[in-house]
């Protein structure tokens, strides 16, 4: 099994935090560069307030992570969930690899 | 090495897989068309497959399942959408319950296969495309990191 499989509510957590489109793109901005809460709110046409509910929801899920610089909250992407998808893709790799040979073999034994 | 190139794009959950085989197109495509040779390597390692049902044509489907190695039963099925032998076959792939319904809760994987002549033979690209990481979790976690260890392993010893 996967070592740090993620377990049932994790999952939910991370879809339903990635089932919103503001909450979409605040992850794309802050894993491009880390933002305060301030900024992102300049983004949206919502307020100071339900901007920051939207990235608690987000932290929840372990997609960003919140750090206090001076007077002001910045957010920043964790991108270790996105890292699992690469990962899981190059364990899909080995499979096709597996495959490959697993084809190569029954080719020559069977021209 | 036959492998030729390996794309992964973790954004599109989509892998692009590209080898090449000493053999002609005709033949490469009867490792698909036939499920008794597809069954030789279609299951990771530890988990062969077993083609039940493999009504190859558009619209046809397919059932099997995996068996694991304490005798556990992975079931899954095969949607094809595109048949045009011997150069391309489009297929979905999902998850089946234990009665070999397909699974509504999990989402399909989606693999364009096409196969070219070459020099050397057949070119083999297959498109892997994922409909959610909770899926390509599923496929992975099914016995693979642990069989492809072992091969993994059994390559390195070989080199």
Do not use: C, N
């Not at chain 1, 999952?11 to 503001?22: C, E, G, N, Q, V």
């Not at chain 2, 988990?47 to 397919?62: I, K, V």
């Not at chain 2, 979905?92 to 319950?97: L, S």
């Amino acid at each position: 099994m996967v070592a740090d499989q993620l377990a049932d509510e994790d999952w939910d957590r991370l879809f339903h935090a990635l089932a919103d489109t503001t909450r979409r793109d605040i992850v794309l901005q802050v894993m491009r560069q880390g933002q305060s809460i301030s900024t992102l709110a300049g983004r949206y046409e919502m307020s100071f307030a339900a901007v920051q509910k939207h990235v608690a929801v987000l932290e929840r899920a372990g997609l960003v992570r919140k750090e206090r610089r001076g007077r002001e909250q910045h957010v920043h992407g964790e991108p270790l969930v996105l890292h699992r998808a690469a990962r899981l893709l190059d364990s899909y790799e080995l499979l096709q690899r597996h495959r490959t040979s697993a084809i190569e073999a029954l080719l020559e034994e069977d021209p | 090495m036959t492998v030729i190139s390996v794309e992964r794009d973790a954004d599109a959950l989509t892998l692009t897989f590209v080898a090449e085989f000493a053999a002609p197109v005709e033949r490469v495509w009867r490792v698909w068309e036939d499920p008794r040779q597809l069954e030789r390597w279609w299951g990771p390692p530890t988990w062969p497959a077993t083609f039940e049902r493999f009504d190859l044509e558009p619209s046809g489907g397919a059932s099997y399942f995996m068996t694991g190695p304490d005798g556990e039963k992975a079931r899954g099925w095969w949607r094809f959408i595109a048949v045009e032998a011997p150069h391309r076959l489009e297929f979905e792939d999902g998850f089946a319950d234990e009665a070999g319904t397909p699974s509504e809760a999990m989402p399909t994987t989606t693999a364009v296969v096409t196969l070219e002549a070459i020099e050397a033979g057949t070119r083999m690209t297959t498109v892997s495309r994922f409909a959610s990481l909770e899926q390509l979790e599923q496929l992975t976690a099914m016995g693979m990191e642990e069989g492809m260890r072992l091969a993994m392993g059994q390559i390195d010893a070989l080199l």
